[in-house]
């Protein structure tokens, strides 16, 4: 296949481009470095079958040649990056996926939405199937995401149904591993660079809002297999294994020998779901897929990438 990546220099994107290769595909990258860096995939510079343009996928995206599949990742991705980045991730979403469509549609090629356990917002429902229309409030701090990605499943689906092009979804639940931004907010490289520098790990409120945490390789496979399939409907990805932060931040403390402990802070967005965890039973049944990698095999992946990196800026 010729497959094209937006969002390539991304922690995701650049994980993507890795198992499509690997796999024998020809890999065009595409991503403007808002939030992503070249070094995610610097590794690929001279890969003979990839490619990486950078443009701004709101603007008209032009491509040479044939597309086998699109797989559509650009968008700020943290609470921290689209809270400072409110417009460009609602054009992202909106504008950005209305462009990967069109293209997809021009060069016959099947198309995969990233969307995101967000468009459950702060779930009723417990854990959720991809059947919970979700609980979001549209002017919220989170809205700016959790809006732009339902609009961008609408358009999606609104394709596939009125163009008749092949597209898939899915609705990634928290995903942590090597290359993701030491300072992106998230919870996982905030706990590991704070216990790596022997600091307290700081939980935003009691620390009892719960998360489901999976590592990257389970998600590009179940990606993998999700665009293979002929699954129109969204499919949630994600380790149902469900841990309260406060947890979370123990066993990080644990396996990095930090004895700094916990500090609260009261730093919580707005709308903090107080509870995630994904009921996989359809991608079990579609895809045959479920996660391989427990909590700590990944964050045994993890924490050597996370040391490096800050070995590397001087700051351990
Ligand atoms: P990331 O910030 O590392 O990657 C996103 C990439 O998109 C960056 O390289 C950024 O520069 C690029 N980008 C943003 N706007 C762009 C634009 N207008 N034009 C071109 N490129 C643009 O984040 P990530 O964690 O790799 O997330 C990738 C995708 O997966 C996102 O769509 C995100 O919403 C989705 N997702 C991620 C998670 C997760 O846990 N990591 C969970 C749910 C959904
Ligand atoms: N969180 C925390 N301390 C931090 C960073 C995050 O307690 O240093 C909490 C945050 O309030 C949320 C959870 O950890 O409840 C997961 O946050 P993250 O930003 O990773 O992603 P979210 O799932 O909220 O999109």
Redesign the pocket.
């Known amino acids: 296949m010729r497959v094209l990546i937006?969002?390539?220099?991304?922690?995701?994107?650049?994980?993507l481009s890795d198992r499509f290769l690997s796999e024998g595909h020809e890999v065009i990258g595409?991503?403007?470095?808002?939030?992503?860096?070249t070094d995610?995939i610097a590794h690929l510079a001279n890969h003979a079958r990839f490619s990486f343009i950078k443009?701004?996928?709101?603007?008209y995206i032009y491509v040479a040649g044939p597309l086998d599949a699109i797989l559509?990742?650009?968008?700020?991705?943290?609470p921290i990056?689209y809270l400072e980045?409110p417009i460009?991730?609602l054009?992202?979403?909106a504008?950005?996926t209305h462009k990967a469509l069109g293209l997809a549609r021009d060069k016959g090629a099947r198309f995969l939405?990233?969307?995101?356990?967000?468009v459950y917002g702060d779930p009723q429902v417990h854990p959720q199937p991809e059947t919970y229309y979700g609980h979001v409030n549209p002017v919220g701090p989170r809205g700016v995401?959790d809006e732009a990605?339902r609009f961008a499943e609408a358009i999606t689906m609104a394709y596939h149904t009125y163009h008749g092009l092949e597209t898939r979804i899915?609705?990634?639940?928290?995903?942590?591993g090597p290359?993701?931004?030491l300072r992106?907010g998230?919870v996982v490289p905030n706990f590991i660079a704070q216990a790596l520098k022997r600091q307290p790990l700081t939980l935003y409120g009691d620390g009892m809002q719960t998360r489901s945490f999976?590592y990257?390789s389970d998600?590009v496979e179940g990606i993998y297999r999700l665009l293979l399939s002929d699954e129109a409907e969204p499919v949630n990805i994600g380790n149902p294994g469900e841990f309260t932060i406060k947890e979370f931040a123990g066993i990080v403390n644990e396996l990095t020998g930090n004895e700094a402990g916990t500090v609260t802070k009261d730093l919580r967005t707005l709308d903090d779901p107080q509870v995630r965890q994904p009921d996989i039973s359809k991608a079990r049944r579609i895809l045959g897929w479920e996660p391989q990698v427990t909590l700590s095999e990944g964050l045994a992946l993890t924490i050597p990438w996370f040391r490096e990196e800050l070995h590397r800026r001087n700051e351990i």
């Open positions: 937006t969002g390539a220099a991304g922690f995701l994107g650049s994980h595409m991503d403007n470095l808002i939030t992503g860096t995610n443009h701004d996928v709101t603007n559509h990742f650009a968008s700020p991705a943290s990056d980045l460009q991730t054009k992202v979403g504008l950005g939405l990233a969307s995101t356990s967000e995401y990605k899915v609705r990634i639940f928290n995903t942590y290359r993701m931004r992106d998230r999976q990257v998600l």
